[in-house]
């Protein structure tokens, strides 16, 4: 493994966000573009995610620090039915390259983003992801978000935040999803 050369921090963390409220995804984008005005390089892998988000170009704006892949497909998994064989694929190949993404000392903050939610529909298994966890090196700060983080991953972070819904206007007028603001 190539070490990172000078360490930027004392100690790096395992941060998790949850929870059901909006901002989990937003929150990570928000850290990694503040570490790229710090000339820190990030990774963000986005599991089940395969369609267009306004992030994937939205990184190359403002240069070649923040580095983006999906590892998901395009159609939505409806929680009720067994997990499809493309989509466990999908997230499976997603973990072999957030593992070698994490151990390659090319990046000192990864993101990988709903992770949990990949777990808790059971495209990864929460083993697997414990492992993962296992192999970060103590200099990478790795930030998982997702709603249903599990007590493990929970037990496991430095930093964990749980967005709570006060208000959503989803809830209230029907507002769905809008291009530059959830998508
Ligand atoms: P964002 O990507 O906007 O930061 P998030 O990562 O916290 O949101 P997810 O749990 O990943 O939220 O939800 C996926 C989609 O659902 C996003 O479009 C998000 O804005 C939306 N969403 C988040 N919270 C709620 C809510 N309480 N009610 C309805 N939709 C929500
Ligand atoms: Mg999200």
């Not at 009720?80 to 072999?96: C, F, S, T, V, Y």
């Not at 990478?140 to 007590?151: D, N, S, W």
């Amino acid at each position: 493994m190539r070490e990172i050369e000078n360490q930027p921090w004392p100690r790096a963390c395992l941060q998790v966000y949850t929870g059901n409220g909006k901002g989990k995804t937003t929150a990570a984008l928000g850290l990694a573009l503040r570490a790229a005005g710090r000339g820190l390089k990030v990774f963000i892998g986005q599991f089940m995610k395969g369609t267009y988000y306004g992030e994937l170009t939205g990184v190359d704006l403002q240069g070649d620090l923040i580095h983006i892949e999906q590892f998901g497909s395009a159609h939505c998994i409806p929680l009720r039915d067994p997990p499809h064989q493309e989509d466990i694929n999908l997230a499976d190949a997603g973990m072999k390259r957030s593992l070698e993404v994490l151990t390659s000392g090319e990046y000192p903050i990864v993101i990988l983003d709903e992770i949990s939610v990949a777990v808790h529909f059971q495209l990864i298994s929460e083993s697997d992801m414990l492992d993962l966890l296992d192999a970060r090196p103590s200099h990478v700060e790795l930030i998982c978000t997702g709603r249903y983080a599990t007590p493990s991953l929970i037990d496991r972070a430095d930093l964990v935040t749980e967005m709570r819904v006060v208000k959503h206007p989803y809830d209230a007028i029907g507002l769905g999803a809008r291009d530059g603001i959830e998508r």
